[in-house]
């Protein structure tokens, strides 16, 4: 049992971090100008760039280093919108932040300089990105309020009495009001298909998306999740971390990844005593989590 138990928590991570946020990637994606198959591209990619950097990172260094994508990055697409030069323009941003990522990890100093980002600034600027989809709920209520009535009710009590379940529970719930709503799920929908956009590098494009997008993957994913392998007893290499997720972004750009970076809440659940007792033997569970995250990826075109 001891040996599956990394197992088993890496493909909890994996399920946690997917079914918890994708839906916020694909809104973000689309925001930008990504129709439906470049946005199931885009969440192809970001799967298999989280299972690249997970198995290079874990492999390397012996550590649990838990990877994800950028949720409030994808936030930040929603409330951005389109920009000028449409959606090629959006996939150089893409490739612009993966740059200065691998630049974080070359360049000490500029690794240093955004780690100390004073935590309320920080706070403000995520506050700000997430707000609307805080309130999307509300505003579906009245948009759709027989899709969005039980999925919201489901979440709020699944919440109350079983906290781990609400965000599954609600994705059900979601599924069920498609089906009875008449939603058609073709078959063909199945199979994964990366699409390639070339990316335009413009100025607009790089002040509003690609510079942002750097400074809250940084602030809101980066920082916190060296932060919470450090409580494990970790000592992150945070510059090799940076060089890789910056590498892994870059390449997962022209397909419609946006970001690939540390994991921050779920990392506690590969780099905690619940993925082994030896904190030597924990890593094996963020290799478990990169498949686990792959094998989702493969079903993101459903």
Known sequence: MRILQP????????????????????AGLQAVGADSRQAASG???????????????????????AIA????????????????????????????CGVLMVLAGLVPWLARGVAAIPGPMAAAMLAGVLLPLCTAPLRAMVDVPL?????????????????????????VAAVAGLAIGGAAFPATSLRPE???????????????IALPLFLVTMAGQNVPGAAVLSTYGYSVPLR?????????????APFGGHAVNLAAITAALTAGPDAHPDPARRWTATLALGAGQLTLGLGAAF
């Open 7 to 26: 197992v088993l928590a890496g493909l909890v991570s994996a399920v946690v971090g997917y079914a918890s946020s994708f839906s916020v990637v694909l």
């Open 147 to 171: 899709l969005a009535g039980p999925v919201t009710l489901t979440w709020a009590v699944l919440m109350r009495y079983a906290r781990r379940w609400a965000v599954a529970g609600a994705l």
């Open 43 to 65: 969440l192809l990619a970001l799967c298999a760039g989280i299972a690249v950097a997970a198995a290079v990172l874990s492999v390397r260094y012996r550590m649990p280093i």
């Open 69 to 96: 994508w950028s949720t409030p990055g994808a936030a930040l697409l929603v409330s951005t919108g389109q920009i000028s030069g449409g959606y090629p323009a959006a996939i150089g941003a893409f490739a612009v």
């Open 194 to 208: 990366p699409v390639f956009t070339m990316p335009a590098v413009t100025l607009p494009a790089i002040v509003g």
């Open 240 to 252: 090799g971390a940076l060089a890789t997720t910056g590498l892994v972004s870059t390449a997962a």
